[in-house]
């Protein structure tokens, strides 16, 4: 049985990284195509709708992980029956999530000639309606017909989602990017977009029955048995509350981006946070498998050793975000100039608190990972704030500075929750220590890290044959600035960081050990 688990998390991570990278290099060539063919405010226009309507799955609440965590035991044990059980029950409840976000969905759809009026869009009516309700259909199909897949992940087979969603994907930009550039049609672009979701769900639904021949699900058996389960609404709503900090954040970033600024801003910035999310997604699958144990060292009960692993984790992560951050800062706009062309290129004073945020939320999962290995989960009122100091923050900043204050409100609100309250609820009821044991790893390592970044950037701007983009300049650009503060932030976190130190020794110690063994 372990030998499985081992078996199946390698093959999720496999497949994972082999369509991110796949992934990665398809939209990037494809966002080109659409910008080109389609149009900013077009690529805007769906972005923002699709952010709109993500509003809708708040009433989701987290059932599917709810229910997910009731899956685990039954699947150890192979009892199909109570399998069954759960996944009526998730049909039964999700069928009703689905009618309310259809009525919600409709009810929203009234307002759009307020929010998108065709003097500001340059787009008739028809076309924001079409788009809007290809979108909402795309994302019922989840709800009415693709929710066993849950099952699947909680059997860890997600490379069979990940593996038959994305070539779908894949399949679906390749038509997309056809049909842009030989007939620029909106509406057919609209319409693959919804008839993949379709096509995925027979194929996806196919797969399952395959892989558990034995899955009975009936709604409307699940009916009755939601009454046995009441710990699975219990379960929803502690998640709940939890995840819709994220979900409100991320899905009106773009709205309030158009209200202030305009849809082609949107688009353009997009393009920035696509580069972002990337480089984000790339990072956590490298690191995932070092924090995935982080609940079992703590369950051993010995809190100085959990402490000592946190500052060698997080001393680590910051490391690697400094890196992160630095490439992201110094080469982004001129990869957008190779990629897009100059005229969708942003000042990187504008971006600069997009940068400074994508630092510190890397530098969140470690400590993201311990709050939740230790069950801290009673600060409800922790997301709530964050939600409404980011609000507060972006519609007044976005009033006085556009893109830049807008962008200054997600800084804001993380820097107050996880950088003040987060560190203080861990050490005080987690670890029982000083926060002040926390503020003694990451300042010295952060203030060592601004002025290495300060000294770079000096350096690199300096370069005349830098600032004259080709691919060729890129390439020397990428590989001397990340090698420069790559070397001198390690060079400096051995010097100043005991718990940098002991990473590196133990993993130094670790490829020693399995080196020697196998040869």
């Known amino acids: 049985m372990q030998e499985s688990r081992v078996k199946k998390t390698l093959l999720n991570a496999r497949v994972n990284l082999i369509f991110y990278f796949l992934t990665l290099a398809l939209s990037f060539f494809s966002r080109k195509i659409f910008l080109d063919t389609l149009g900013a405010d077009f690529v805007g226009l769906t972005g923002t709708l699709q952010?709109?309507?993500?509003?809708?799955?708040?009433?989701?609440?987290?059932?599917?992980s709810a229910i997910g965590y009731l899956l685990y035991k039954p699947l150890y044990d192979h009892d199909q029956n109570k399998i069954n059980e759960i996944i009526s029950m998730m049909g039964y409840l999700y069928r009703w999530i689905g009618l309310i976000i259809l009525a919600a969905g409709i009810l929203l759809s009234f307002f759009l000639p307020l929010i998108f009026p065709s003097d500001n869009t340059g787009f008739p009516i028809t076309l924001i309606y079409f788009a809007y309700f290809s979108f909402l259909g795309s994302s019922l199909i989840g709800y009415f017909i693709n929710y066993r897949q849950?099952?699947?992940?909680?059997?860890?087979?997600?490379?069979?989602?990940?593996?038959?969603?994305?070539?779908?994907?894949?399949?679906?930009?390749?038509?997309?990017?056809?049909?842009?550039?030989?007939?620029?049609?909106?509406?057919l672009w609209v319409v693959i977009e919804f008839t993949f979701g379709i096509i995925y769900s027979f194929i996806l639904n196919w797969k399952i029955n395959q892989t558990y021949p034995w899955l009975r699900a009936s709604i409307r058996s699940g009916r009755a048995l939601f009454r046995q389960y009441p710990e699975v609404m219990k379960k929803a709503r502690q998640v709940y509350v939890h995840n819709v900090t994220l979900i409100g954040i991320t899905q009106t970033r773009s709205f309030i981006i158009y209200a202030f600024v305009s849809l082609a801003t949107v688009a353009y910035f997009m393009n920035y946070s696509i580069i972002?999310?990337?480089?984000?997604?790339?990072?956590?699958?490298?690191?995932?498998?070092?924090?995935?144990?982080?609940?079992?060292?703590?369950?051993?009960?010995?809190?100085?050793?959990?402490?000592?692993?946190?500052?060698?984790?997080?001393?680590?992560?910051?490391?690697?975000?400094?890196?992160?951050?630095?490439?992201?800062?110094?080469?982004?706009?001129?990869?957008?100039?190779?990629?897009?062309?100059?005229?969708?290129?942003?000042?990187?004073?504008?971006?600069?608190?997009?940068?400074?945020?994508?630092?510190?939320?890397?530098?969140?999962?470690?400590?993201?990972?311990?709050?939740?290995?230790?069950?801290?989960f009673r600060d409800i009122w922790a997301p709530i704030a964050e939600l409404i100091i980011y609000l507060a923050v972006a519609i007044l900043g976005g009033y006085l500075w556009g893109l830049f204050g807008v962008l200054l409100g997600r800084l804001v609100a993380t820097l107050v929750i996880w950088y003040i309250w987060k560190p203080y609820f861990l050490f005080h009821s987690g670890l029982k220590m000083s926060v002040r044991r926390y503020w003694a790893i990451f300042l010295p390592l952060m203030l060592c890290q601004i002025v290495l970044a300060y000294i770079c950037v000096e350096i690199v701007d300096g370069i005349e044959y830098f600032n004259n983009i080709t691919v060729?300049?890129?390439?020397?650009?990428?590989?001397?600035?990340?090698?420069?503060?790559?070397?001198?932030?390690?060079?400096?976190?051995?010097?100043?960081?005991?718990?940098?130190?002991?990473?590196?020794?133990?993993?130094?110690?670790?490829?020693?050990?399995k080196t020697n063994i196998c040869s």
């Open 51 to 64: 952010n709109l309507l993500g509003f809708l799955n708040l009433a989701e609440l987290g059932v599917g």
């Open 150 to 187: 849950n099952l699947l992940g909680a059997d860890q087979r997600n490379y069979v989602v990940t593996a038959y969603f994305q070539t779908a994907t894949i399949i679906k930009t390749l038509i997309q990017m056809a049909l842009a550039w030989y007939t620029g049609s909106y509406y």
């Open 472 to 513: 060729i300049s890129f390439l020397l650009k990428a590989i001397f600035t990340l090698s420069f503060f790559s070397v001198s932030t390690f060079i400096a976190f051995c010097v100043m960081s005991s718990g940098f130190r002991n990473f590196v020794m133990v993993r130094m110690l670790k490829k020693s050990i």
């Open 276 to 376: 972002l999310e990337k480089v984000f997604a790339l990072i956590r699958n490298v690191i995932g498998s070092v924090t995935a144990s982080v609940g079992h060292l703590i369950a051993e009960g010995n809190i100085d050793k959990v402490y000592s692993v946190y500052k060698e984790l997080y001393s680590a992560v910051v490391f690697v975000a400094g890196i992160a951050t630095v490439g992201i800062y110094s080469l982004s706009n001129d990869l957008i100039t190779l990629w897009l062309g100059h005229k969708y290129v942003l000042g990187a004073i504008t971006l600069l608190p997009f940068y400074v945020h994508f630092y510190f939320d890397i530098n969140n999962d470690i400590t993201r990972s311990f709050v939740n290995g230790f069950g801290l």
